[in-house]
């Protein structure tokens, strides 16, 4: 029986301890994970806004309670207190609300790999967090051990550039850099060596267009390509392709998946004013806000009607 009750610990020790296989960063994180399409619904515009949390918060409130909330936001946001929200205005709490999105993930992964309590983590403690039982054991219980080899070597190169100091021990800045490296411009070299590694099968050091393709759609027998394989292929060859070599390199790589010239919360702080922007003076008012205020925010009532327009189109 304790025989028994040992080899159940540790199958529950392994389960802890194996990782999932990491996401790959593919492009600077949207504002939403919701399409920007305003004829059908604003929720791209609310967790913008807001933030994808809060933005469900708002969701549960009546109309009258999401406009009050709303009007106290948009004295926080014109800090000049001079009664208009600017664009800058706008854009820094756009930027502000997303950041909080990403500490409040960095906080909920803290406190497991924080194991001493010293408000750091070092790369021992997340290592062996992460992926202690099986380091004794070589990864030789793991099916796919290779797999799993790779997967530390990657997040060992990770967490050394997001370890800015070299001391081993990354503090709350630099633990946020190692999860979420595409935020930081000292990581651009890491995001774009992890996507080579994994779309370059042919380890050339270049992506060739099948690669490319291959990494989105892999056709079952007999299978001809969809439209958006054909698009793909037409993205490859005239716009990702800048010098026309046939093959995509790392400074290419870099500017598909983390284009420097888009900013999303500058793009959506234009969109909001000029569409909340009634006299046209590249500023708003909060009268002109909360005219327009199921734009910025939602409630039980914009969701029970974007839920009679989903089922309208079911039709």
Known sequence: MLSMLACLYILAV?????????????????LSDHAHDDAHSFQYDHEAFLGKEEAKTFDQLTPEESKDRLA??????????????????LHYWIKHRQR??????????????????????????????????????????????DMYKSMLTRDENRFKAADRDGDGIATREEFTAFLHPEEFDHMRDVVVQETMDDIDKNRN???????????MFTPENGESEPDWVQSERK??????DTNKDGYLDAGEVAHWILPREVD????????????????????????????????????????????????????
């Open 205 to 215: 050091g270049k992506i060739e267009v099948e690669e490319y393709i291959g990494d």
């Open 72 to 89: 106290k936001i948009v004295d926080r946001i014109d800090t000049d207190k001079d009664g208009y929200v600017t664009h800058s205005e």
């Open 100 to 145: 909080r999105y990403i500490e409040d993930n960095v906080n909920k992964h803290w406190k497991d790999y924080d194991q001493n309590k010293d408000d750091k983590i070092s790369w021992e403690e997340y290592k062996n967090t992460t992926y202690g039982y099986y380091l004794d054991e070589e990864f030789d219980d793991i099916d796919n051990k």
């Open 14 to 30: 392994a389960a802890f301890a194996v990782p999932t296989q990491e996401k790959r960063i593919h492009h600077q994180q949207d």
């Open 264 to 315: 999303h919360a500058d793009n959506e702080a234009k969109h909001l004013i000029h569409d909340t922007d009634t006299d046209k003076d590249e500023k708003v008012t909060k009268k002109e806000i909360l005219a327009n205020w199921n734009m910025f925010v939602g409630s039980q009532a914009t969701n029970y009607g974007e839920d009679l327009t989903k089922k309208h189109d079911e039709l």
């Open 235 to 240: 993205q490859f060859s005239e716009f990702r």
